[in-house]
């Protein structure tokens, strides 16, 4: 056998070996992904659970619900999902029932581009989530995209909502930010195409990031870039004319509210924070230094102390 024709049997075999070898490491990793995550949401008192509301399967995550324990609903922000509640509602399940779901389009819920995922149809899909649970009254907290729907919830289901907790809250956009001149330069750090485009995006939105290992942030990132399609069709779709003015929606809000936000927010600048404290009636707002567009992710035994002593501080809480 000449040397040509072995050198090529040899790279053969050593792409083959490299193939296997990858496609076992990929397998580990989603395993080791799927155990960090089983074991967090264990220590945090939540169950992973899937259900079929509104003809929609939703993926969501819920603590022990008790007759004396108050129920508190969270929303994630765009591209995010339930589980960056995880270290956050620790501190709450002992005493709270929690609710943390995937909206649709997001981490393991129903991705379907048939779908409208302005904020005021996302407010329809999380009430069916929340008649499908049978929960009558909640407190409800949203960051981001969330913290929007959040809001709008509070209007159109103003009966249901004891108290409301917006971190970051999208919506409104008075001051320009970060975010602002990269779209207007036309580029969207918040759409994830591929691995590099995810740890970007963590240093973008996360002042404070918490320590996650390796293997889970690469599962994280593959997520992500996965999802591309999907963010982009909701992105434009809240992002379109809507049929509503969210600053006047916004002002019939009843239920107490409190406005959290990172000093540092790339995303959504700080100052829109007081526009919000001005429009909702019974507001108050607390600005974190050296935090940014999550700090329940960032801060969550800050951020959750805060929450607490909030719904603490409610008449009848």
């Not at 509640?85 to 379907?112: N, Q």
């Not at 302005?118 to 949203?142: C, P, R, T, W």
Request: proline content about 4%; some cysteine.
């Amino acid at each position: 056998m000449s040397q040509s024709l072995r050198l090529l049997g040899l790279t053969r075999w050593l792409i083959l070996f490299f193939s296997v070898f990858m496609a076992g490491c990929s397998g580990i990793k989603y395993s080791i992904y799927e155990k960090a995550m089983n074991h967090e949401r264990s220590k945090a008192g939540l169950e992973l659970k899937t259900i079929e509301a509104g003809g929609k399967t939703i993926s969501l995550m819920e603590s022990e619900r008790g007759n004396d324990k108050p129920t508190i609903i969270l929303v994630h922000g765009f591209t995010a999902n339930k589980e960056n509640w995880i270290r956050f509602a620790a501190y709450l399940t002992e005493t709270y029932h929690v609710v943390a779901m995937d909206l649709p389009g997001h981490g393991d819920s129903v991705k379907d581009f048939n779908l409208q995922y302005d904020f005021s149809d996302q407010v329809i899909y999380v009430n069916e989530i929340v008649s499908y649970l049978k929960v009558e009254k909640f407190h409800m907290a949203g960051n981001s995209m969330g913290g929007a729907i959040s809001a709008l919830y509070a209007v159109s289901f103003p009966e249901q909502v004891q108290s409301l907790f917006l971190i970051d809250p999208a919506g409104i956009h008075r001051y320009d930010c970060e975010l602002t001149r990269r779209l207007a330069e036309g580029s969207n750090p918040l759409i994830v195409t591929c691995d590099d485009d995810f740890y970007e995006l963590m240093d973008f939105a996360l002042e404070e990031k918490p320590f996650i290992p390796w293997p889970v942030t690469s599962v994280m990132a593959e997520k992500s870039a996965a999802n591309e399609a999907i963010n982009r069709k909701i992105f434009a779709d809240f992002h379109g004319i809507h049929a509503y003015s969210f600053d006047d929606e916004i002002k019939k809000i009843t239920a107490p509210t409190m406005i959290l936000w990172g000093a540092e927010d790339r995303i959504i600048h700080v100052d829109n924070a007081s526009v919000f404290n001005q429009l909702i009636p019974n507001s108050q707002t607390i600005v974190l230094e050296g935090i940014g567009h999550a700090p329940m992710i960032e801060v969550p035994e800050k951020s959750a102390k805060l929450y607490i002593d909030f719904i603490n501080s409610l008449p009848h809480s």
